[in-house]
């Protein structure tokens, strides 16, 4: 149980561009959902906090008009990077968890490679 | 703000113990967590203590003080598989949220 899903797993577009993740919880409802940002050999970065039907809660120096993020749904909570950069580029990562419960679980990752 | 610090890096033999240690500074604790995170991977949990005292699972152990900000994730008969980064995070009471050291990359060597 508690699995987590992330789609695509890798993704490569042109500066300019916008491109959407999702993070799925399959087997579970998840009451908040975590989106994180990892360069390489750094540790995870919270970006934002995301609880269903409400707006996202952004960290200090998270832009929240160029990381869109919507939570629709107990298992569905997208990430749009609008207008992206070669310096938005890194492993994009989400977590979901449950009110109460004992952690996050987390998806697979994202690599996004803008060009 | 949350100061969560351990060990860059740390490098033991096949079959030995290692002891990797994570002491922490944060506005509330509601439980530490440890995951292990293979390079190009998302982090998988490993074990999680909210209560001062050792956990054992398996091959890995974890021990938490909280009265001295510490804890520490003890791997026993380590396996060249066992090569990963180790990330020790701090979940706060208010808001959920997880906060991460900035992770012990342990080499297992033949």
């Known amino acids: 149980g508690a699995v987590v899903s992330q789609h695509p797993s890798w993704v490569i577009c042109k500066s300019g561009t916008s491109v959407k993740i999702e993070c799925r919880s399959l087997?579970?409802?998840?009451?908040?959902m975590f989106w994180y940002r990892q360069f390489p050999k750094q540790s995870l970065m919270l970006m934002a906090t995301?609880?269903?039907?409400?707006?996202?809660?952004?960290e200090q120096g998270v832009e929240k008009d160029k990381f869109l993020i919507n939570h629709a749904s107990l298992t569905l909570s997208t990430l749009t990077v609008t207008s992206a950069h070669p310096e938005d580029s890194s492993f994009y990562i989400c977590?979901?968890?449950?009110?109460?419960?004992?952690?996050?679980?987390f998806g697979p990752g994202t690599r996004l490679t803008v060009t | 703000g949350q100061n969560i610090d351990q060990p860059t890096e740390m490098t033991a033999t096949e079959g030995a113990i290692v002891q990797i240690n994570c002491t922490y500074q944060?506005?509330?604790?509601?439980?530490l967590f440890w995951y292990q995170q293979h390079a190009g991977e998302a982090p998988t949990f490993l074990s999680y203590n909210v209560l001062d005292g050792l956990e054992e699972k398996g091959r890995f152990s974890s021990f938490l003080s909280r009265s001295k900000g510490y804890s520490y994730l003890l791997l026993k008969e380590l396996q060249m598989k066992d090569s990963a980064s180790y990330l020790c995070?701090?979940?706060?009471?208010?808001?959920?949220?997880?906060?991460f050291g900035a992770g012990t990359t342990v080499t297992v060597r033949a």
């Open positions: 087997d579970f409802q998840a009451t908040t």
């Open positions: 977590s979901a968890s449950t009110r109460g419960g004992t952690g996050q679980y």
């Open positions: 995301s609880n269903e039907g409400s707006k996202a809660t952004y």
């Open positions: 995070a701090v979940r706060t009471p208010a808001d959920y949220k997880l906060s």
């Open positions: 944060t506005s509330g604790f509601n439980g």
